[in-house]
């Protein structure tokens, strides 16, 4: 009995092996249900991509032959809603990054080309010859893509392609390695970018993106002096003294210098600071530092802001909303000129409730936008223009305002703030024409008061 003492060691050992054996057996099988998944959902994203494309190119070609204005309003809302829906697939399909950029921008004008011909067929006008070709055009393009598109579908049910691999590549760019990236999506975004540039009346046509600022003012500086201004920036209303350590060039619609500074006598991260290359402007400020939590209200936030923009000599700048989050209070100001709220011309100053600090400021759209207006006066009373609003709304307060339209046109409005069974709404009444430009919900959270 004795000489079989190794027949237990052994059993262990058997069953040790059997056991990783299964082990190893039951993760490959999870790998397997893995890459399964992941291959079915990111099919699934594509193929309904497919069929959104393909339906904008039905769609845009009903559009052509339509003679009814009524018809044609009905299609371009549905043009709108695939080329939307198209969005939202193309994120969900692991390479959309660089090389379907021109794809994605295609999906966004195209929608909103749609969405501006529905309004304006909503309005009674009609579409111009110039936009009847442009919609010739997108025909042709969503033609093109659809066919492309429908290639890829091809190759991935021959088992030619694998969503699965294609994310795990996209990992290993990540870190550095080399990107295989299937024929079809590289030449589908080469041959969109022969494309010709879209104009139409829409805020993601490329002559709006394209548009250059008008509110930078004084002579180009150098990236020292950028530096001064970035300290004298952060020194306002602040105890510490900050210390500039590294510069940088950002490209853009308003091309700047980066500035990253540090307090001199504190181990905090670094501030960033964009100054424009033109007149010297900051732009935006970010502290990233962690914020405990909140001490200070977020109508002392208001106050504490409104200081720093005059310590700026930023002035006639009003406070509309304010938005809190993470014990961080963001305050939008808008310029008041005459009387009148300027809306384009916007500021964003973000405040940290732990200790009042200014952590945060954006004045990139009011450099955009800031100018000296010649406003017109308003051909409707304000009694008139009330008398477009729904009179079922309970007006609260009311005030002219210039509002930017989808196509960053300005329009001088009345803008009736009023209460429907408690629901708080703003309408906008053209001051001009009395047409209601706009309506914004004003939602209440916990975070601060938002319009949707």
Request: aromatic share 8%.
């Amino acid at each position: 009995m004795l000489k079989r003492w190794w027949i237990v060691p052994t059993l262990i050992g058997v069953l040790a092996v059997a056991g990783l054996a299964y082990w190893g057996s039951s993760v490959s099988n999870d790998r397997n249900q893995l890459v399964t998944l992941i291959n079915n959902r990111n099919q699934r994203a594509f193929l309904e991509m497919v069929g959104n494309v393909q339906n904008m190119e039905v769609l845009l070609s009903k559009s052509i032959v339509s003679g009814s204005p009524r018809q044609r309003m009905l299609i371009f809302a549905d043009v709108w809603q695939q080329a939307y829906s198209a969005q939202e697939n193309l994120t969900q399909v692991p390479m959309a990054g660089r090389n379907v950029t021109r794809t994605a921008r295609f999906l966004t004008q195209t929608g909103d080309f749609a969405w501006s011909l529905a309004k304006k067929y909503a309005r009674g006008q009609s579409a111009t010859p110039k936009e009847l070709a442009q919609l010739n055009e997108l025909h042709r393009e969503a033609g093109f893509l659809a066919a492309e598109l429908n290639q890829i579908t091809k190759r991935s049910e021959d088992g030619l392609l694998s969503w699965g691999e294609i994310r795990a590549e996209s990992r290993n760019k990540l870190a550095g390695q080399p990107l295989t990236v299937p024929d079809g999506l590289t030449k589908i975004d080469k041959n969109m970018e022969e494309f010709p540039t879209l104009i139409y009346d829409g805020p993601f046509s490329d002559h709006i993106t394209a548009r250059k600022p008008v509110g930078l003012t004084g002579s180009t500086i150098n990236s020292a002096r950028a530096g001064d201004i970035a300290e004298k920036f952060l020194e306002v209303g602040s105890d510490q003294d900050f210390k500039v350590v590294d510069t940088d060039n950002v490209s853009g619609t308003i091309p700047a210098f980066r500035a990253y500074l540090k307090p001199q006598n504190a181990d905090l991260p670094r501030v960033n600071v964009d100054i424009s290359k033109k007149g010297g402007h900051v732009l935006s400020m970010l502290n990233p530092r962690d914020v405990a939590a909140a001490r200070i209200s977020g109508q002392k936030a208001v106050t504490i802001a409104s200081d720093f923009l005059a310590g700026q000599k930023i002035d006639s700048m009003v406070p509309t909303y304010t938005v809190e989050q993470r014990n961080m209070a963001t305050v939008i100001f808008e310029y008041k000129q005459n009387g009148v709220l300027i809306y384009p011309d916007l500021i964003k100053v973000k405040v940290a409730l732990d200790n009042g600090e200014i952590i945060g400021y954006d004045a990139t759209q009011f450099y955009m936008n800031h100018h000296v207006r010649k406003l017109a006066k308003p051909k409707l009373s304000e009694k008139e223009a009330l008398a477009e609003v729904n009179p079922q709304l309970k007006i609260e307060s009311k005030r002219l305002a210039v509002i930017p339209l989808e196509n960053l046109k300005e329009v001088m409005v009345y803008e009736f703030k009023g209460n429907l069974n408690g629901d708080v709404f703003i309408v906008y009444i053209n001051a001009q024409t009395g047409d209601e430009e706009r309506i914004l919900k004003v939602v209440e959270t916990n975070g601060g008061t938002m319009t949707m």
